[in-house]
């Protein structure tokens, strides 16, 4: 199916028109030929849509080029399969009614390589098994919260992943073919050719969003130039903000504070400015977990079960001997300040 679109004079996009069936397509990387493509409306548009396992949009710009595309998910089985396999994300949560996907895919490119694979249901691949674990846990878990009956029926099959292996495998050709189409995107292309999204060890500016899948633990030293655990929340190419010399990428991540009383998840944004060329990941000032050494993670989880063990103090035993730097909070009438003294220093607020 294809739909124009037109610029207005702040260059956003606005549909024109109602979709339209294409019975004659080239490949979605070239522009689409109204000259040679016939369309058809009404009621066949909406037979199509009600039997394909999987609906194909089309953005087409003024000058008849591919400007977006959107993958809708029809097959029910397929619904059940992805949303299990993407439960990480925000967009793919138990009251989905409606499955639809727009480029570039996110969820599809973080995860390219386990597709495949589960695509191809090898079994003894890690992706195949983790996914089984997955169901079962998944199964485990409606015992306790209702479930879209499709996902129950899915996760109760023993050969779902079989049945369903044909239309995931065309799902992943329509996402391969719209990015090789989408202008500007070879490095996202040449990326799923080599099958490597997430196995990067060096990034460029515009592919960042491809390295952080949501439910993966990152380092950032954004507080205190301490090295502190994350949680991937979403990572979206929309992250971008561009602004000159002052663009930046924005990360959701989840972190786990002590408000006095219980911990709370605290949703927090980290932000990467804009650089060029290629970077090391490890040299980001967000990165995923995978490239800290073995003692680093020992010393960050060593440090973490000890604030765990702190805040969690009974009544009586909160009194602590500390040696170190403190932040300290001064309030009351008057100026507010947050100032960092060594712990060995005597400091009395002034005023």
């Not at 089309?58 to 008849?64: R, T």
């Not at 380092?219 to 205190?224: V, Y």
């Not at 040299?283 to 073995?294: A, F, N, Q």
């Amino acid at each position: 199916m294809a739909r124009r679109y037109s610029k207005d004079n702040g260059e956003r996009e606005k549909a024109v028109g109602d979709e339209e069936v294409i019975s004659d397509v080239k490949p979605i990387g070239d522009a689409v030929d109204q000259d040679t493509a016939t369309t058809e409306r009404g009621s066949q548009s909406q037979a199509m849509v009600a039997t394909a396992p999987i609906t194909l949009t089309l953005g087409v710009g003024e000058d008849d080029s591919i400007i977006k595309t959107n993958v809708r998910i029809n097959d029910s089985e397929l619904q059940g399969l992805l949303q299990i396999f993407f439960a990480h994300y925000p967009s793919f949560g138990p009251d989905l009614a409606l499955m639809a996907i727009d480029s570039p895919f996110e969820p599809f490119i973080h995860h390219w390589r386990d597709l495949q694979a589960l695509a191809k249901c090898h079994e003894g691949h890690a992706a195949v098994s983790e996914f089984r674990n997955r169901i079962q846990r998944f199964k485990e878990s409606t015992r306790d919260m209702k479930w879209p009956k499709r996902l129950e029926e899915f996760a109760s099959s023993s050969e779902g992943i079989e049945r369903t292996s044909q239309n995931l495998t065309l799902l992943l050709d329509l996402v391969h073919e719209c990015v090789r189409g989408r202008a500007g995107e070879q490095s996202l292309s040449r990326l799923l050719e080599e099958n490597s999204p997430a196995s990067q060890e060096v990034v460029n500016f515009e592919t960042l969003w491809t390295i952080y899948k949501p439910g993966d633990i990152v380092i950032s030293r954004a507080f205190l130039d301490e090295p502190q655990a994350f949680i991937v929340h979403e990572s979206l190419e929309s992250g971008m903000v561009r602004k000159g010399i002052l663009s930046h990428w924005s990360l959701d991540c989840w972190s786990y504070d002590w408000s006095g009383k219980t911990f709370e998840r605290v949703l927090v944004e980290l932000r990467i400015d804009l650089f060029k060329g290629s970077r090391k990941v490890q040299s980001l000032p967000v990165y995923p977990i995978k490239y800290l050494s073995e003692a680093e993670r020992d010393q960050i989880e060593l440090r973490g079960r000890r604030f765990r063990e702190i805040s969690l103090s009974t009544k009586g035993s909160r009194l602590f001997q500390y040696s170190g730097d403190a932040i300290l909070r001064a309030s009351g009438i008057g100026k507010v300040e947050l100032v960092s003294y060594p712990a060995s220093q005597n400091y009395r607020p002034q005023g």
